[in-house]
């Protein structure tokens, strides 16, 4: 209704109706991970429908990061299982981070989207970076665990890591050429042993051009890779990639794949540095679109576990780490080769677990919690919440 309908008195232009986002951008309910988000696995309302290949591509990486992390205490004695650990660690979090970069493509500081990128990624960084070093207290009777909120601890660095990235978004839209920028700035970080522990700042810098990349990324690049001839040239992909890590096993630190050290810190002369950013670079995308070939875009059965991975992510630390400080991986049995492919069944197995409604529902206080209390009422949601009301009222008038 236009304002010359209204009745005299206290005339107001009417606030603008929220604008949905263009194709293919995410709606912000879908921006914050696991922020996909109260709903647990009931639909999502008419035009916010979730894409069943980003779910199931989120479930698949988050089951290669549990199984991953299994591994770690049986490679030693394994060539094979430390060829396959390379590869799977090569694009298992650059897949990740490509799918959180995309679903960020839309953030800007409204107040809203910062107030869902505080309860939904710096309020579980606080809960779990203070309670893991808690959880080794107990578990691993290690009193002197100090609790930092600085240094990032097993897997928490990634909230650090995706709050700064998010952070920066705009920047990163606005620029005209963003992925050579972060290209750059994680070959120059790869040199600057300086920049020290601290948030884990190296990880940040040196994983920062797969968030870009997704930033840059558009669905039709996602449907370009899952073509079937893809599918079918993925297979000799993989399988170069096994042999090439068996090959490397004795020969290349496996302490590259974290991105967690400058090359003078890995024993490394500098230049080595920046040219294992765009080598790894090149070959993690590689194997990362080979990955995203194989990932079934139809409904699955675990499709609607897509939206608790970072549950899945944060709380299977807890199980992994309590079996390494309770000696579970010493047992002969794990290290022959039935032994890890039961660890590696298991992996699997827990973490699905932890990716359902019910694990969600006890979580979701740490994990993404409302939080009413902690910030102000934006005025234009308020105005927006008040404007169905009035609109009615002004009906009611005018048809009297």
Known sequence: MTNSQRPYGNRRTPLPPAQSPAPGVPSPRAESPGAESRRGDRPAP??????????????????????GHAWEPLKGDSRVLEA???????????????????FSRSFDMRPDRLRRLVTGVAVPYIVFETAYPLFRRVVDDAPEQEISLLDPWYLTWFLVALFVWRLTTPIWNAVRHPLPLALGIAALASVTPGIGNDLDLQRVLQFLPYFVLGLCMRPD?????????????????????????????????????????????????WWAGPVMVFAMFGC??????????????????????????????????FVVKAGDYRGWFEHSVLHQPLGEIAVSVLAAVMVTLLCTAPVRRVFRCVMEPRMEWAFKRDAAETARAREPREKRETREKVSV
């Open 221 to 269: 690049h996602f449907h370009l890779v899952r073509r079937r001839s893809v599918r079918i040239a993925a297979v000799p992909v993989f399988a170069a990639a096994l042999a090439f890590g068996w090959w490397a096993v004795p020969r290349m630190d496996t302490a590259w794949f974290y991105h967690r050290d400058a090359a003078q810190e890995l024993g490394a002369p």
């Open 46 to 67: 008419s035009g916010r429908q979730r894409d069943a290949f980003f779910d199931n591509a989120k479930y698949l990486a988050i089951v290669l990061v549990a199984v």
């Open 84 to 102: 396959a650990y390379t590869v799977v660690y090569s694009f298992h979090m650059p897949a990740f981070i490509i799918i959180s970069g995309f």
């Open 284 to 317: 993690s995308l590689l194997l990362t679109a080979c990955f995203f070939a194989w990932v079934p875009g139809r409904r699955t059965w675990f499709t609607a576990l897509g939206a608790g991975t970072l549950y899945g992510y944060l709380l299977h630390g």
